[in-house]
């Protein structure tokens, strides 16, 4: 509402200004209906309120003209031109008002009385009779109900857009806050469940291909793990000196009368056992990819960034059931190259060529069996049959590691936790479940903010439906 902005005495200068400034910021808002009242016994030239309104709402879409004090113009005078549009024309009529004089309020004259009194005037008065219709306070209200109803039925598209909108903002912001806590330990226990059980969901998605990570696992095998036997060099170790050394050492006192057994059988255990480091590698390097996942698993688990004590418990409690897969695996993966070293294939070494087969003479010394060309196909044989078991192991020993490792920790990776949590006190779980007592209450504000704007959005949808 505008009103004439004038300095009484005691006032400081610079008030007409502050209020002026304080009016204008409500007003040129625009949703604002703006009620420029002027007194009709001054020149309307003059008047603040026209002035002001029509800057901030030059073509007057939402400008009511208001005329006071009409009972109080001189004799002779009146407001006719004003109140029909000729003095001063708004895009809304002009309506104007009789209010309760001083000595009315003083006398506690009630707003019943005043409004009949102003009814009156207007049906009484020559002047205004034909302009009855729409004068008053009581026209006054209908006017600006009707037009602040227009506004509100142009602007709904607007106002369901906007709470549709902060809707969907308010669940996504409560979403990503969690739900609220439980009071009871059984419900707490459920919450911290759901929590371990949607981690684990990711784990696995992460192992399955479904998100990025357990491609690494297939690249040990496919490629770092026959790289390092590859590494190991069989031919080296199987040299010419180490072939003698070892069929001699192996003879001990009394040499070999046909074949070298013995000397096979140290020759071919060297290079297997050799075998054990690339094993084991391979075990550890898995090993290390699992604990990156359970770390990438529990970045992506968004209920865990809400419990940073449940967020460190699941975490160390994976750890630990991959340190336990971890050693089952070294040990069963280590297993696997000791029986190559202690059991021979028997079959590979009979179908190998005998000594006379190839022209040898049995009749020659046994000393001549230590030359070259004798140890040269020892190391030859042993050769083709270490790699005929490492092309085995190539094979077996990632069976062996997906089996202990990776296939148990989609299968039991918080097993132990789930176990131990079972036996925990209601205190223990609510330390699990630590929230910052900030979030807790942004959750609350967030939610009775919600439940408003849903019950705006309601009253709104049937406004927009009675149109």
């Not at 604990?291 to 940073?308: C, G, M, R, S, Y």
Request: aromatic share 6%; net charge neutral; proline share 4%.
């Amino acid at each position: 509402m505008l009103l004439p902005l004038c300095l009484l005495e005691g006032q400081p200068e610079s008030i007409v200004q502050e209020i002026e400034n304080m009016v204008r910021a409500f007003i040129e808002k625009p949703n604002c209906i703006i009620l420029a009242v002027s007194p009709a016994n001054q020149d309307l030239a003059t008047s603040d309120a026209i002035k002001i309104s029509r800057e901030v709402d030059p073509k007057g879409e939402r400008t009511f003209g208001v005329l006071t004090k009409i009972d109080l113009m001189d004799k002779g005078t009146d407001a006719v031109d004003i109140l029909e549009g000729r003095a001063y024309r708004l895009q809304f009529p002009w309506i104007g008002v009789v209010n309760r004089s001083q000595q009315d309020i003083n006398k506690s004259v009630d707003m019943i009385a005043a409004r009949r009194r102003e009814r009156d005037y207007f049906a009484n008065t020559p002047e205004y009779k034909h302009l009855a219709h729409r004068m008053g306070s009581e026209h006054l209200a209908k006017s600006l109900s009707k037009h602040l109803e227009s506004v509100i039925k142009s602007r709904i598209p607007g106002l369901q857009s906007l709470i549709t909108k902060t809707v969907a903002e308010l669940e996504t912001e409560l979403t990503r806050l969690g739900k609220p806590i439980a009071n009871d330990a059984g419900g707490k226990l459920y919450t911290i469940m759901e929590i371990c059980r949607m981690f684990d969901g990711i784990y696995k998605e992460h192992l399955d291909g479904v998100r990025p990570g357990g491609e690494k696992i297939y690249h040990v095998f496919d490629n770092q793990f026959p790289v390092a036997i590859k590494r190991l060099q069989f031919d080296k170790q199987l040299s010419m000196e180490n072939v003698r050394k070892l069929i001699t050492e192996a003879d001990g006192y009394q040499p070999h009368l046909i074949a070298p057994e013995q000397g096979y059988r140290r020759l071919i255990e060297s290079c297997l056992v050799s075998i054990r480091g690339p094993a084991e590698a391979a075990v550890d390097t898995v090993h290390g990819i699992l604990k990156e996942l359970v770390h990438k698993a529990i970045n992506e688990t968004h209920e865990l960034k809400q419990f940073p004590t449940l967020r460190v418990e699941v975490g160390n409690a994976a750890f630990e059931s991959l340190e336990r897969m971890r050693d089952e695996s070294k040990k069963n993966t280590l297993k696997l190259v000791d029986m190559e070293t202690s059991y021979l294939t028997v079959d590979f070494f009979r179908k190998l060529p005998q000594d006379v087969e190839k022209g040898g003479n049995p009749s020659h010394s046994i000393f001549d069996r230590y030359n070259d060309s004798y140890l040269r196909r020892i190391g030859t044989t042993v050769l083709a049959y270490v790699n005929m078991v490492s092309s085995t192991l190539r094979n077996s020993i990632p069976k062996s590691i997906v089996y202990c490792q990776v296939r148990e920790a989609k299968r039991s990776l918080l097993d132990h936790f789930f176990t131990e949590l079972g036996a925990r006190e209601i205190r223990q779980l609510s330390k699990l479940l630590d929230e910052d007592p900030a979030v807790m209450e942004r959750r609350t504000n967030l939610a009775k903010r919600l439940e408003l704007y849903r019950s705006a959005q309601a009253e709104i949808d049937a406004v927009a439906w009675s149109k």
